[in-house]
């Protein structure tokens, strides 16, 4: 009799727990027998993951903020080096979250545990020698970037483009029928603010995002937010009189004709829905300065960076100002042919990132392995 398979997965924050979640259940369609355990949140836990740390423990943004938090880093790798060991597992799969799972990778590869990076960190955007960390510690990397393989292969590292997952989940997505009523909207046109998915971003970018409000008299600004961080993240929204919808992005989206959008996954899922977008970002001096003298990419947002040029306008620190946001805003909504060009540069994406199931490609490949 064939012995079950065990899998350790990791992921650390929202993102990439959703990407995880959805592997994990392709895991279990390849296999319905394997086991799989590991660091995520409520969408791995969802999908059939036995949790031995919830991210949201862990989760840091910024290089400040990194280092102010560095032990408490510490203590949940130790946690989850000895989670590993305990458990045994015939593979470790790392989704994103590079800085915590490079050491994870390392580790995994002393103790002769085959290494699956599915979301592989962003090495061509800063610090480039880290291709070759990658090269040394991960057996099998698989990435949803279409421009990544090539820029690995300059490190000799052979990479899989899965497709996005994003596609995946997209398409699994159906209109609620009633989300004005359900959600107490009125029909003027919406605004969606995407203010980001930690508590540290939110209290970042919120503020400037409420700003625009009494700009824009005409339409309803509405904020995505996430239930997870409780609605005393968003209370700044509240009392400026802003609804707040939780866990209705997607739906969101589907009715929005414009969106202002903290950088990350969430840009790509705005282009996606096709929604012209605002990309916005803005952290510690101290931070901003270390990222901008370490950065080697032209762009901050995946829309950009896939397209390889400017499809939206990335308003970063300094330039995420009130008069830059009401500027551009104001171009979205009333330059037909400048909405116009953005959503022709959405459908160039829509045609880069392909047409694959990225999580069932990943499990197959990633099964395959154990036979």
């Known amino acids: 009799m064939t012995r079950t398979k065990k899998i350790y997965i990791i992921s650390g924050e929202r993102s990439g727990d959703l990407h995880a979640s959805n592997l994990a259940r392709s895991l279990f369609e390849h296999n319905p027998n394997v086991t ?7 969408y791995s836990k969802e999908a059939g993951v036995d949790l031995a740390v919830d991210y949201s423990e862990v989760a840091l943004m910024g290089f400040l903020e990194v280092v102010l938090g560095f032990r ?9 080096k000895r989670d590993v060991l305990s458990f045994k597992p015939d593979a470790i799969i790392l989704v994103d979250y590079g800085g915590f799972n490079m050491k994870i990778a390392s580790f995994a590869k002393e103790h002769g545990i085959p290494v699956h990076y599915y979301i592989p960190p962003k090495v061509w955007a800063w610090n480039q020698k880290r291709a070759l960390k990658l090269k040394s510690n991960t057996d099998h990397i698989y990435s949803i970037l279409p421009f990544e393989p090539t820029f690995f292969e300059k490190f000799d590292l052979k990479v899989h483009y899965v497709g996005n997952p994003l596609l995946d989940e ?15 909207l009125s029909y003027q046109p919406i605004i969606a603010l995407l203010p980001g998915s930690r508590a540290q971003e939110i209290n970042t970018m919120l503020d400037r995002m409420i700003e625009l409000v009494n700009e824009f008299p005409n339409a309803q600004f509405v904020i995505a937010g996430v239930r997870d961080l409780g609605s005393a993240s968003y209370q700044r929204g509240i009392e400026a009189g802003i609804r707040v919808i939780f866990d209705q992005t997607y739906d969101l989206l589907s009715h929005a004709i414009a969106a202002v959008v903290t950088s990350g996954t969430a840009t790509l899922e705005t282009a996606l829905f096709r929604v012209p977008q605002i990309v916005v970002y803005r952290t510690s001096s101290i931070s901003y300065a270390i990222a901008k003298n370490l950065i080697r990419v032209p762009y901050i947002s995946l829309v950009n960076l896939i397209a390889d040029k400017e499809v939206v306008k990335e308003l970063i620190q300094n330039d995420f100002s009130i008069p830059n946001l009401k500027t551009e805003l104001q171009q979205i909504l009333g330059n037909q042919v400048y909405r116009g060009h953005m959503l022709q540069g959405y459908d160039l994406i829509k045609e880069r990132l392909g047409e694959q199931s990225a999580s069932d490609i990943t499990a197959g490949l990633i099964m395959k392995t154990l036979v």
Do not use: A, D, P, T
């Open 36 to 42: 799989v355990r590991g660091m995520g949140g409520s």
């Open 72 to 80: 408490k880093v510490l203590k949940y790798l130790k946690l989850v």
């Open 170 to 184: 997209i398409s699994k997505f159906s209109q609620h029928e009633f989300f004005f009523q359900k959600n107490e």
